[in-house]
Nanobody, 122 residues
Framework: QVKLVESGGGLVQAGGSLRLSCAAS????????MGWFRQAPGKEREFVAS????????YIADAVKGRFTISRDNAKNTVYLQMNSLKPEDTAVYYC???????????????WGQGTQVTVSS
């Protein structure tokens, strides 16, 4: 059974940084793109970033472009989300997910982690 476990969330002041990690187990993930999504209270879940299977191509949402970076280490079955210059509007539960596609994408995600809370204070 595929399992995704996020870590690294927490409370940070505006302008600060956090790095989220997502460890995958229960299968082979080096052939799949992976992504990060977030959901703020009262809002729908939104796409944040995706990375292709090799880690050579990424797709970043406009709302976080220039501030967030996604990367992966296939040897460790782990994907990362480096978040810099955080803003209060970045406050949300962040989820990592696995898609059936190989290229960075906003669709096709069928496996999800349990989420990690990120809170940015003003």
């Amino acid at each position: 059974q595929v399992k995704l476990v996020e870590s690294g969330g927490g409370l940070v002041q505006a302008g600060g940084s956090l790095r989220l990690s997502c460890a995958a187990s229960g299968g082979t993930f080096s052939s799949n793109a992976m992504g990060w999504f977030r959901q703020a209270p009262g809002k729908e879940r939104e796409f944040v970033a995706s990375i292709n299977w090799r880690g050579s191509s990424t797709y970043i949402a406009d709302a976080v472009k220039g501030r967030f970076t996604i990367s992966r280490d296939n040897a460790k079955n782990t994907v990362y989300l480096q978040m810099n210059s955080l803003k209060p509007e970045d406050t949300a539960v962040y989820y990592c997910a696995l898609t059936r596609y190989t290229d960075a994408t906003v669709t096709g995600y069928s496996y999800w982690g349990q989420g990690t809370q990120v809170t940015v204070s003003s």
